[in-house]
T-cell receptor, first 116, second 112 residues
Framework: DAGVIQSPRHEVTEMGQEVTLRCKPI?????LFWYRQTMMRGLELLIY????????DSGMPEDRFSAKMPNASFSTLKIQPSEPRDSAVYFC??????????????FGEGSRLTVL | SQQGEEDPQALSIQEGENATMNCSYK?????LQWYRQNSGRGLVHLIL?????REKHSGRLRVTLDTSKKSSSLLITASRAADTASYFC????????????FGKGTTLSVSS
């Protein structure tokens, strides 16, 4: 398997523009997670899905952020409008159900976003 | 909010030495996991220890878990320059299928 695939790897945009990050999870994984990583705040959970259904979006910073998972093989994270403080590395991860707790996460290589 | 907190924040050692990183967490857990992140890359799973386990080994890695103290440690023996990376502990919230919450990590630098 190719692993979790994220695109784009790098994105530079100007404040106010719309940004869409994409993720293809590992086939057969039923959980998908979006995390954001910054030096100041570390790795923050934004939202996660189970069987394409959003389970917990309490980590989404504000209404400018939205995430969708239209099918088992694709998810998007959208920021509209973007602001400089959104600059970070955004990671997508997927996992399989595991009895007795959360299973091993497989991470993509991340999308580095810079908002000028 | 941060569930796990690693200590120390940074660690510098020589090749061949052992590296120990600690993690403390706040709530009950089902399992605790350790991940590694090389600079500019995604996180990679190293090892998972369940709440009813006290110690686990994988190659040069040894993980301990003390649920009474809500703490874990990761020991890397006979370190190599290639072990240079950031190491994170992650915990669930004690419920099956919940997301992992990560600490801020320990940055390990191994010099040859």
């Amino acid at each position: 398997d190719a692993g979790v695939i994220q695109s784009p790897r790098h994105e530079v945009t100007e404040m106010g523009q719309e940004v869409t990050l994409r993720c293809k999870p590992i086939s057969g994984h039923d959980y998908l997670f979006w995390y954001r990583q910054t030096m100041m705040r570390g790795l923050e959970l934004l939202i996660y899905f189970n069987n394409n259904v959003p389970i917990d979006d309490s980590g989404m910073p504000e209404d400018r952020f939205s995430a969708k998972m239209p099918n088992a093989s694709f998810s998007t994270l959208k920021i509209q409008p973007s602001e400089p403080r959104d600059s970070a590395v955004y990671f997508c991860a997927s996992s399989k159900s595991m009895g007795g707790g959360t299973g091993e996460l497989f991470f993509g290589e991340g999308s580095r976003l810079t908002v000028l | 909010s941060q569930q796990g907190e690693e200590d120390p924040q940074a660690l510098s050692i020589q090749e061949g030495e052992n590296a120990t990183m600690n993690c403390s967490y706040k709530t009950s857990i089902n399992n605790l996991q350790w991940y590694r992140q090389n600079s500019g890359r995604g996180l990679v799973h190293l090892i998972l220890i369940r709440s009813n386990e006290r110690e686990k080994h994988s190659g040069r890695l040894r993980v301990t878990l003390d649920t009474s103290k809500k703490s874990s440690s990761l020991l890397i023996t006979a370190s190599r320059a290639a072990d240079t990376a950031s190491y994170f502990c992650a915990t669930d919230a004690g419920q099956a299928g919940t997301a992992l919450i990560f600490g801020k990590g320990t940055t390990l630098s191994v010099s040859s």
